[in-house]
Each structure stands twice: as structure tokens, then as C-alpha cells.
């Protein structure tokens, strides 16, 4: 895959690896995550909304609840089988997502909530929760984490706060380092 962020598409020469031509993707799937030549996170939400969609079928025809099963428990179905879907890996893409796909996986829920009886979080909820979780994991680790390094550079030395990082590109910007660090910051 070629990322490639300029408005018209440029003739890049074909890779060659050893004599062998390797074939160029619009997406790939990486550990589960759905990466596209511009790092959009689209083909990602297509993914999950899919997915949550299908999971979501037992609550929504309310099969569960025809069977006399209690609210708790369809709580802990939704957390467990729709939720770990639709929230997977939100830390690499929460910052980054487009409203519109925000959107369309906060639809998903709402109709979840609906059924479930129950409020639920949104996906900015679980994204800046589970965010905020891997920083101060980061933080607490001595040296093991990659970022570790990155992050106490940030630390202010007259607070508990972290300084954010100069952010040139707004891609980067929604990124993991300055999007948590804002979260981390406007939390104390």
C-alpha cells in the first residue's frame, strides 16, 4: 500500500522486491484494523458497523428478550459480543474518525440502547476512557513501553500536566500523543 496524501493521484514506479513486482491495495487489514491509502479510518467503520450490525441482530429482533431474559443480561450481552466489536482497537482510530462515521456506529448503539432498556456509552465515551486507561499505562511503566519515553519528555515540571506536543498537520493533531494528552489535561 502507497499512502499518499495529494489531491491527484501521482504515477508512483511499481515496487520491486528481488525481482518480484508486488501489487499495490487501496486497503489492507492489519491486525484487525482496515488501513486505507489515506488514513481515514472509512473502511475501518465500514467494517465495524458491519459487523456490530450482525451481532446485533439477536438483541434487536429481541430474541433474547422474547426468551424472558433480564436487562442486566442483555447489558452484559451487548458489552460483551456488540460492544467489543464496535469499540475495537478505538484507541488507534477514535481521534481520527470522521463525524460521520462517529455517527453511524453512535446510531448502532442508541438502537442497542433502545433494546437493551439501558443507556449506553457513546464512542467517544469508550474512546477517550479506554484512551486515557493506555496512557496513565504507559506513564506507569518504566521504560517497557515504547511511548514511555515520548511521554515523560511531555511532563511539565511545575504540574502534574503534560505539555502538548507542536502539532503542524491536523492529521496528527487527532492522533493518539496530542489527543489523549488534551483528554489527560483537561481531566486533572
Request: aromatic share 8%; charged share 25%; hydrophobic share 35%.
Amino acid at each position: 500500500m502507497v499512502i499518499d496524501f495529494s489531491r491527484k493521484p501521482s504515477d508512483i514506479a511499481p515496487v520491486n522486491i528481488q525481482g518480484l513486482d508486488i501489487e499495490r491495495v487501496r486497503t489492507y487489514k492489519y491486525l484487525g484494523v482496515h488501513l486505507n491509502n489515506k488514513l481515514d479510518w472509512t473502511d475501518n467503520t465500514d467494517s465495524l458497523y458491519k459487523r456490530g450490525q450482525s451481532r446485533l441482530y439477536m438483541l434487536r429482533l429481541r430474541r433474547l428478550g422474547s426468551f424472558g431474559v433480564c436487562r442486566p443480561l442483555l447489558r452484559t450481552f451487548y458489552e460483551t459480543v456488540v460492544a467489543s466489536v464496535v469499540s475495537y482497537a478505538v484507541v488507534c482510530w477514535g481521534g481520527g474518525c470522521s463525524e460521520r462515521d462517529k455517527k453511524r456506529l453512535n446510531r448502532l448503539i442508541k438502537r442497542a440502547s433502545s433494546v437493551c432498556g439501558c443507556p449506553l456509552d457513546s464512542i467517544e465515551v469508550m474512546g477517550e476512557r479506554r484512551a486515557l486507561a493506555k496512557l496513565s499505562t504507559i506513564m506507569a511503566t518504566t521504560t517497557l513501553h515504547p511511548l514511555h519515553q515520548t511521554v515523560g519528555a511531555l511532563s511539565s515540571s511545575f504540574s502534574n500536566r503534560l505539555r502538548h506536543p507542536r502539532c503542524r498537520k491536523e492529521r496528527f493533531h487527532r492522533s493518539f500523543i496530542p489527543n489523549t494528552i488534551r483528554l489527560f489535561n483537561a481531566a486533572l
